[in-house]
C-alpha cells in the first residue's frame, strides 16, 4: 500500500482546553522553504469567458488569507486551481512548491477543502462519513477511527456520531464538513464560503472552530463575501472583482487606506436624494449615495452629522458607525456586495 | 517516512491517454459496502427477477416444449436452455442498474465524485471502484442464481464452475458500458433509453429461442448485440459445449468492459476536473 504523508502525528496530551483536533499538526518541512501558496498570472478560461484573469497571490505558512468579492468574482475558479482539480490555463501556481498540473494527488493528499456547498455522503452515518473520507486519502482503519471521534468532538458531533446525516442542521452539516475536510491533517486548509447560508448564530460557532484551528498553526484560506467573516478570520486578504484583484492588505490596512475611520448613514423619507446629497458637498472626505441612504465617510461621524444638521439636513435616521470592509468594497467597485 | 504519490507514475499516466488515478479504487468500493450495509434489502429485488423467469418460462413453458436443439447441436430441456441465458441476464442486470442509476445520482445529484476528487483518488480510481462494485453486485445475483439452477437439477456439466467467473466477466463489460453512458445523461427521462436497450436485448439476445430461429439479416443484428455473447459464452459453458469459439465472445466482452472503463474515467475527468 502506498504510504501517504500522514505518519508523523505529533501526540500532544492536551494541556487543558485544546482539543487533540488542535493540537499542533505535524511541521513537516516543505519541498522548498517558500510560501504554501503562490501564484503568479494565474488565469482561468472557459471558452471565451475569462473567470480569473491574471492574479498574484501569495500565502505564507500559518496565515489566514482571504479571498472577498462578490458572487462571480473569480474566488471559486481560484480555490478549485489551489485545490488541484481544475487546471490552470495560464500563469504560474505552486502549492507547497508543487505544480498541480503534475503533483495533483501529492498536493491533495495535504489540503482540506471545504466546498461551497456540502457534499457529504447522505448514504452514511456521521462517524461513517469521516472514516471513509479517512480512506481515500489511504489511511488504515485504525487511523481513521482513532482521528473521526477526535473530529467529532472537535465539531461538537459526538452525540451524533451514529446518526444519518440528512436530518442534520445546517450548521451541523457544515461543521462535518470542516471536520471531513480535517481527517488528514492537512497543512492547509481551504474554505469555500464556508458560513454562506447559515444562521448567526451556528456562524459563530462555527468561526470559533475555525479560529481554534488557525491558532494551531493550519493554514487557511478562505473565500467570502461576507465582511464580518473576513474581518474575523483574515490576517490579510485580496479584493477580487471580474477577476482581478483590485486591493491587498489586512483588513485594517484597507479599511485606512480606502476608507474612513468613522462612516456616517442617512436615511430619508423622501425617495429623492439628491438635495440632501447636494446640500452635504464639503462636509467629510466623500460621500457615497446608494438607492437606500447615503454614506458619508469621515473621520469623526459625529462631527459631520452636527454639520449636517447645521446646514439644516434633516434625516429619517442617521447612524454613525466604525467603517468596514464594505466601505473598501463600495470605494474599489462603485457597488455594494449584495448576493 | 512519506511518499507523496510517485511523480514518475503520474509522468507515465498523462503520456498514456490514460485519466490519473491513485491507485485506491478499493477505497469506492469500500464506501458502497459500507453503504449497502444500510440497505442491504436493495439488493435482493435483483436476485428474484431471473428465478421467477427461470420457474415461470422454464419450468412453465418448459412443460409445453418437449426439448430444443441448440445452435451447437445438442438436444436439451427447455428449462436447461434457458437457465444459462437466465444467468447472463441477472448479470447484465445486476451490473446495469448500479452503474446507471446508482452512479446518476451520486454523479449529478449527491457530488460524491466532487468529494472524492478533491482528495488524493483521481478519475481512474472513480471508474475502477465504481464498475467493479458494480460487477460485484452483478456476481452476486449470478452467484446466487446459479445456486438455484444447481439444485433445480438444470446443469450438468463441470464446465459450469467457469460459469460464474463467466457471469462476472459479463458483469464487467455491461457496468463499464453502463457507467459510461451514465456519464452522458443530464436527466431522469433519458433513463427510457437504458430501459429501451436493455429490454429487448433481454428478450431476443437468444435468450428464450436458439439463434437458429431467427431469418438470416435479424441473425446478424442479434450477434452484435453484447448480451447475446454473454448468453452464448453461459449456455457453452453449462451445457458443456465448449469450444474455442467462446473466445470470440470472451473477447467482444473484454473490448466492450476497456472501453467502458476508459471512456467513463475520461468522462468524469472531462466533467469534474474543468
Given amino acids: 500500500m502506498r504510504s501517504l504523508p500522514f505518519g508523523t502525528v505529533v501526540r500532544v496530551t492536551a494541556n487543558g482546553s485544546a482539543t487533540p483536533a488542535e493540537r499542533p499538526t505535524r511541521r513537516r518541512p516543505a519541498p522548498t522553504s517558500g510560501p504554501i501558496l503562490l501564484a503568479r498570472g494565474l488565469r482561468k478560461t472557459f471558452g ?46 505552486r502549492i507547497f512548491g508543487l505544480d498541480p498540473a503534475s503533483d495533483g494527488p501529492a498536493i491533495r493528499a495535504r489540503l482540506g477543502v471545504c466546498p461551497q456547498t456540502d457534499n457529504l455522503d447522505d448514504e452514511l452515518t456521521v462517524e461513517e462519513n469521516l472514516w471513509i473520507y479517512g480512506r481515500y486519502f489511504g489511511l488504515s482503519r485504525a487511523q481513521v477511527r482513532e482521528r473521526a471521534a477526535e473530529l467529532l468532538e472537535f465539531a461538537q458531533l459526538t452525540d451524533r456520531a451514529g446518526d444519518k446525516v440528512e436530518p442534520l442542521s445546517g450548521g451541523m452539516k457544515r461543521r462535518l464538513t470542516i471536520a471531513r475536510s480535517l481527517i488528514n491533517n492537512p497543512e492547509l486548509l481551504l474554505l469555500d464560503e464556508p458560513t454562506t447560508g447559515l444562521d448567526p448564530q451556528a456562524r459563530h460557532v462555527l468561526w470559533d472552530r475555525l479560529f481554534r484551528l488557525k491558532r494551531s498553526g493550519v493554514t487557511l484560506v478562505i473565500t467570502t463575501h461576507y465582511m464580518d467573516e473576513a474581518e474575523q478570520l483574515c490576517d490579510r486578504l485580496v479584493v477580487m472583482d471580474h477577476g482581478r484583484i483590485v486591493a491587498e492588505g489586512s483588513p485594517r490596512d484597507l479599511i485606512a487606506r480606502y476608507s474612513t475611520r468613522e462612516v456616517l448613514e442617512l436615511r430619508f423619507d423622501a425617495d429623492d436624494q439628491a438635495a440632501p446629497a447636494a446640500a452635504l458637498a464639503g462636509v467629510g472626505e466623500r460621500l457615497e449615495v446608494l438607492p437606500d441612504r447615503l454614506l458619508l465617510y469621515a473621520h469623526d461621524g459625529d462631527a459631520a452629522l452636527s454639520a449636517a444638521s447645521a446646514r439644516g439636513i434633516r434625516p429619517l435616521s442617521a447612524l454613525v458607525r466604525r467603517s468596514t470592509l464594505e466601505d473598501v468594497f463600495l470605494h474599489l467597485t462603485g457597488r455594494t456586495l449584495v448576493d | 517516512m512519506s511518499a507523496p504519490p510517485l511523480p514518475a507514475v503520474s509522468r507515465v499516466t498523462r503520456a498514456l491517454p490514460i485519466p490519473a488515478g491513485a491507485g485506491l479504487a478499493r477505497m469506492v468500493v469500500l464506501r458502497n459496502v459500507t453503504s449497502f450495509r444500510h440497505g442491504w434489502i436493495a439488493l435482493i429485488s435483483g436476485f428474484f427477477e431471473p428465478v421467477l423467469y427461470l420457474f415461470s418460462l422454464g419450468v412453465g413453458v418448459g412443460a409445453l416444449v418437449p426439448s430444443v436443439t441448440t445452435d451447437r447441436g445438442s438436444v436439451v430441456t427447455y428449462a436447461a436452455f434457458v437457465a444459462p441465458a437466465l444467468l447472463a441476464a441477472s448479470a447484465m442486470n445486476g451490473a446495469v442498474f448500479d452503474s446507471t442509476f446508482n452512479v446518476f445520482f451520486k454523479l449529478r445529484y449527491a457530488k460524491l465524485y466532487d468529494g472524492m476528487l478533491a482528495t488524493p483518488l483521481g478519475p481512474r480510481d472513480v471508474a475502477v471502484g465504481e464498475i467493479a462494485w458494480s460487477l460485484g453486485r452483478g456476481g452476486i445475483y449470478s452467484g446466487l442464481f446459479l445456486l438455484v439452477a444447481v439444485l433445480a437439477g438444470l446443469v ?31 436527466s431522469w427521462v433519458h433513463f427510457e433509453y437504458v430501459t ?18 431467427y431469418p438470416g439479416l435479424l441473425q446478424w443484428l442479434v450477434r452484435l448485440t453484447p448480451l447475446y455473447h454473454g448468453v452464448a459464452l453461459e449456455r457453452g459453458l453449462l451445457l458443456g459445449e465448449v469450444g474455442a469459439g467462446l473466445l470470440w465472445h470472451v473477447g467482444y466482452l473484454l473490448a466492450l468492459g476497456l472501453v467502458g472503463v476508459l471512456g467513463a474515467a475520461r468522462r468524469i475527468e472531462g466533467l469534474l476536473l474543468r
Wanted: glycine share 12%; hydrophobic share 55%; charged share 10%.
Fill in chain 2, 196 to 213: 429501451l436497450a436493455i429490454q429487448p436485448m433481454f428478450l431476443f439476445s437468444a435468450t428464450f429461442f436458439p439463434l437458429s430461429t
Fill in chain 2, 156 to 186: 450438468h456439466s463441470w464446465w459450469s464452475l467457469l460459469g460464474l467467473p463467466a457471469a462476472v466477466f459479463i458483469a464487467f463489460a455491461f457496468a463499464a458500458v453502463g457507467m459510461f453512458a451514465t456519464t452522458f445523461m443530464t
Fill in chain 1, 48 to 93: 471565451e469567458f475569462t473567470a480569473v484573469d491574471g492574479i498574484d497571490v501569495e500565502v505564507q505558512a500559518g496565515e489566514s488569507f482571504g479571498f472577498l468579492g462578490p458572487n462571480g468574482a473569480g474566488k471559486s475558479s481560484t480555490m478549485r486551481m489551489v485545490g488541484a482539480v481544475s487546471p490552470v490555463s495560464g500563469g504560474e501556481l
